[in-house]
């Protein structure tokens, strides 16, 4: 099973394609309109993206433009035949490190700590070659590969929506 996890942005976004033992076996930053391309090329199962909550706070237009691109990649998902889901941010902090207050610099060291060090050129590790919001796409991959299994049961609850 493959899946595409999405880290989402105002004009370029991240991803991760994670393959069973949730190890990328591609991932970059790019424009949208590339990834919006991308996900009707890469043959996945699944497409897990970030989902952006609302907490009562005054948004601005980027965070219109990011939840515009969302949509798109809902659709391209759709019609490639993926089955896609709403991982919200904050579910990704709890997930990984049982705290809704993580920063990112967290997220990351849980996914260190989990699945090893992201390694060198000569000795490469889990994760090598992650960087910026690609390390955002595959924490958002990872919490959808541990919380899928009761997604189906009670999906408001754990904040994974088909």
Partial sequence: MLTIAIDP????SAYAILDDAL???EMDIVPNPVLL?????RPADNMAVEWIESYGMAVGRETF???FWMGRFW????????VPWKVPRREVKLNLCHSARAKDANIRQALIDRFGPVGTKK????????????WSAIAVGVTFADRVPFAEQDD????VEA
């Fill in 9 to 12: 942005g105002t004009t370029e």
């Fill in 23 to 25: 190890r990328p076996v």
């Fill in 37 to 41: 391309r991308l996900i009707g090329e």
């Fill in 65 to 67: 433009e990011t939840v």
């Fill in 75 to 82: 659709e391209a998902a759709l019609d490639a035949g993926m």
């Fill in 123 to 134: 000795s490469p590790g889990h994760f090598y070659g992650a960087k910026s919001h690609i």
């Fill in 156 to 159: 408001d609850e754990l904040g």
